[in-house]
């Protein structure tokens, strides 16, 4: 008796514990996307700039790279004005000369736009002072060399004032280098892009990034800075990749294979916002042969606009045309971890 008493006190003690745990929940495991392949058609001239969204594995926007000259920023406290990396394009503010007057280029500092997207060394510099809550341009006068076209022809000189940003919008003057032909311009903020684009040889043209949360990658012709063996610093157009200033990092790892990078290594990497964080050293130029080889050892483990982790890797840099290999086409794999 006392036994059969013991027994039902332990099952109603087990059933009165085990009541007081919630029941566990089923953990639905990680499940990564299927690899894609694709290629980018920026061709041998390096013609193109090419906006490329990885969740939707489409190219977003396409263009000429040479069909704009100004980006300004379009963000609601925005207030930079970058120039076309992909043209080459440089700046120099000119000391004691008047907007609209002959030129003189004796002396002058050529600045570049820094190519890891950094605000504080710009080519345009902080072109204003702060009045009445408005922004007021210095009235200095800033010389643009607009660089290159595919060819590698001149595109020409400018000079530009950038006179204020009143209400979301950018006044300017534009003329000639000699001084001639002046025109006043005005650029207001609207939509959601990174920048408000604008050309020179057109100004009418409507020529227009993507909305900034529907891209993550950039294929383009930019400008950096590289240095010689004894530190020199000297300018050089390059052909690479870079990132959505406004939401994308990237990690970069070349010491696991490709295949075996998981969710939860690609966690515990180091990102960067750096904008040419990928830039152009997936692909290696061979002087002796005049070709380009592609390192596909480099992974790079990207988180997009919309904060998904991507791992990518170049595969090739040419494509057959007419039975002669073309330069110009990166092409990669990547996966949705």
Request: aromatic content about 14%; charged content about 20%; proline content about 4%.
């Amino acid at each position: 008796m006392l036994r059969s008493i013991l027994n039902i006190l332990i099952v109603a003690l087990s059933v009165l514990v085990s009541s007081c745990f919630k029941e566990d929940k089923l953990v639905t495991p990680h499940v990564p996307g299927n690899y894609i392949t694709d290629t980018i058609a920026l061709t041998g001239s390096y013609k193109y700039q090419v906006y490329y969204s990885l969740s939707d594995s489409t190219i977003q926007s396409s263009g000429a790279r040479t069909l704009w000259d100004l980006g300004f920023e379009n963000t609601p406290g925005g207030w930079r004005v970058i120039l076309n990396s992909s043209c080459f394009m440089k700046a120099a503010f000119l000391s004691d000369q008047e907007f609209g007057l002959p030129t003189d280029t004796t002396g002058a500092r050529w600045l570049f736009n820094p190519s890891d997207g950094s605000a504080d060394s710009l080519a345009t510099g902080q072109w204003f002072t702060i009045k009445n809550n408005d922004t007021v341009g210095t009235n200095r006068v800033l010389l643009i060399d607009r660089g290159i076209d595919e060819g590698g022809n001149p595109r020409g000189f400018n000079q530009l004032v950038i006179d204020s940003l009143v209400n979301g919008t950018y006044y300017f003057r534009l003329a000639s280098i000699n001084g001639t032909n002046p025109r006043s311009y005005s650029v207001s903020k609207h939509g959601n892009t990174n920048h408000l684009l604008f050309s020179i040889t057109d100004p009418s043209s409507q020529v227009s990034e993507p909305a900034s949360p529907a891209w993550d990658l950039l294929f383009t012709e930019y400008t950096t800075l590289l240095y010689t063996d004894l530190g020199q610093p000297y300018p050089y157009l390059l052909t690479g990749v870079l990132l959505n200033p406004a939401y994308v990092e990237v990690a970069v790892d070349s010491v696991v294979t490709f295949e075996s990078i998981t969710f939860d290594k690609a966690q515990s990497l180091t990102f960067s916002k750096n904008t040419d964080k990928i830039g152009y050293n997936w692909k290696r130029y061979n002087f002796s042969l005049g070709t380009y080889s592609v390192n596909s050892d480099i992974n790079y483990i990207i988180r997009d606009t919309k904060g998904f982790l991507y791992k990518l890797r170049f595969i090739g840099f040419y494509k057959f045309n007419k039975n002669k290999l073309e330069k110009g086409f990166p092409s990669f794999e990547y996966q949705k971890l």
